[in-house]
């Protein structure tokens, strides 16, 4: 019995040509008249996807970018009391 040591996935590298054929007859035999729509399914997915990313980059772009600094009122600036609101309390 022949035991193959296991070996990492960058010593085998990427398929070549040969290897895409033999995986695209494995799909066409496996997903057969089918294949069609689960390409298009796999395509809508990654549109789908994709706009999720753009969402969180825009929001984070929103949380990045420097906000206006609002005035806080002073003392100084509120409106005086007048003397109709003086009457009243006593």
Known sequence: MLAFPSLP???LGLPGGT???VILI????LFGR???EVMRSMGRGVVEFKKGIKGI???AE????PRPRSKIPSPADAPAPSDKDE???H
């Open 26 to 29: 494995v799909a066409l035999l």
């Open 34 to 36: 089918r294949l069609p």
């Open 62 to 65: 929103v949380e990045a970018a």
């Open 9 to 11: 996935v960058a010593i």
């Open 19 to 21: 290897e895409w054929i």
């Open 57 to 59: 980059e825009e929001d």
């Open 87 to 89: 009457s009243r309390d």
